[in-house]
Each structure stands twice: as C-alpha cells, then as structure tokens.
C-alpha cells in the first residue's frame, strides 16, 4: 500500500508535562496514511506521555491532535469513544486478560463492540489469531505461552475490529531477536493486509530501521522534536550529535 499526502494524525504545538514538570513542548507532526510511524528517543525522552495523549488517556496541557482533521480533545465524548474505536493498540506487555484463553481475549472486543453472532466471533477470531501466526492456539492461557507469543496474541485482539490506526508501544521490547523480527515482520504485513496507519514508539534500532518510513526524534534535554523524517535519511544526512549518536549507538555503521 503506497503512503499519500493525507494527513491521518496532526498533532499541533503540543505541551505535556506532570503537575510542574514539563516533559514535552512545542511538539509538531504529522502522520499520513498508510505511514509506519516511529516516535523515537531514549528513555525519559516522553514517548509514552505521547502515546498516551495519541491514544485518549491524557488529555495536553496545551495544543491539539487531530484525527482526519477534528480535534480529539475538543471533541465530546461521543466523537471521542467513535474516533477511539479506530484505534488499536498493542501495549508493552500484552496487556493479556491472565484468567482467559487466547480466543476469549480477542474476542471481548468483538464482544463489546460489535454486532457480530458467537459464530461469527469465533470465526473471527480465529482468522484474527491465524493472521498473527497463533492459529491452534485458541484454547491456550497467556501463561502457557512464550512471551513473543503472548505480544502476537496481543496483537490479534488489537486488530479485531479492523482498526484504520494501530498504535505499538514498544513492541518489541523483552523480546529475543528472532522474536523481535518476527513482530517487525507482522508489522509490516499488517499493513498491507488491513491497509492501516502504524504508529510505533520504540527506542529498537533494528525495529527503527526495518519497519519504519517517517520518524519524530524526541530529545530529553530540550523536550522537543529535533528530527523528524525517514529514519534512513536521518542516519544519512542529520548533522546533530544527538541524533546520529542515538542511530548509532555511538558506532559508525550504516543500514
């Protein structure tokens, strides 16, 4: 699926911060369909302030987030639960129900959300599991599965309803290497199979570098946007230490 012009996501000079201390300012981006989206930095650098505030669960201090041009924060709660229906998102750990199996997490959505029958669910929900590669598995509890597995299952109930924007925080945290590409590699097949929007905050160069088409770098020390664009081309071109230092890890190499 070819990115276009059309901006998804528009964020607007966006201010967070927690009682008095401020952690992002200024920021200023936007997110066009079909991109994979990395909001990349180190740790402390507010990446998941941001998350939270993309996805509805901290409202700015300051600024806006528009989603195909209405602004999520000025929005009431009605317009607010249809644009959050669009969303999905794999958090951290999975955020697995513990005492469910695999096939009744994915279905709660469905569940909850839709109009579906329970054969229609359970169809679903198969080709939901297939789909992350954990057909077989519905019957399986989150504890008697590997942790890669556990985040592919997480992923299967993040696109149950189909979302048109899937947002990843960390996703390939905790995860050994072959794991860890194997999560890129879904990313990128979601994409061409949902024809979704992906937004991924992550701090992996390996998961920056193989999924990634447009990039913010959010910097600690001026709480800011210093970069912003393909990750590739900001390993080639950027000039500020910061970035390269970041992209590098302090060595030379190239991609």
């Not at 998941?48 to 195909?68: A, D």
């Not at 299952?153 to 995860?175: C, K, N, Q, Y």
Request: charged share 20%.
């Amino acid at each position: 699926m070819e990115t276009s012009l059309q901006p998804v996501i528009e964020v607007r000079n966006l201010y967070l911060s927690y009682d008095n201390y401020l952690v992002m300012r200024d920021l200023n981006f936007s997110v066009r369909k079909g991109d994979i989206f990395i909001v990349m930095g180190g740790s402390g650098c507010g990446k998941s302030t941001l998350l939270k505030v993309l996805i509805g669960l901290k409202q700015p201090n300051r600024g806006e987030v528009l989603y195909s041009g209405v602004n999520f924060w000025d929005a009431d709660e009605i317009e607010q639960q249809a644009m959050m229906r669009r969303f999905g998102v794999l958090y951290q750990g999975g955020a697995l129900w513990s005492s469910l199996t695999l096939r009744d997490n994915v279905a709660l959505p469905l569940q909850l959300y839709s109009n579906l029958s329970v054969r229609q669910i359970r169809e679903m929900v198969a080709l939901k599991l297939a789909l992350v590669g954990l057909g077989g598995y519905e019957d399986f509890y989150p504890a008697e599965i590997s942790g890669g597995m556990r985040k592919r299952a997480g992923l299967a109930r993040a696109i149950a309803l189909d979302p048109a924007i899937i947002f990843f925080d960390e996703p390939s945290s905790g995860l050994d290497p072959s794991s860890a590409r194997m999560l890129d590699d879904l990313i990128l097949q979601l994409k061409d199979t949902l024809g979704a929007t992906i937004v991924v905050v992550t701090h992996e160069l390996a998961s920056i570098f193989a999924v990634g088409n447009n990039a913010v770098f959010l910097d600690e020390e001026s709480k800011t946007i210093i970069a912003a664009g393909d990750p590739r081309d900001l390993l080639a071109k950027s000039k500020d230490p910061r970035v390269i230092q970041f992209l590098t890890r302090g060595k030379k190499q190239g991609v």
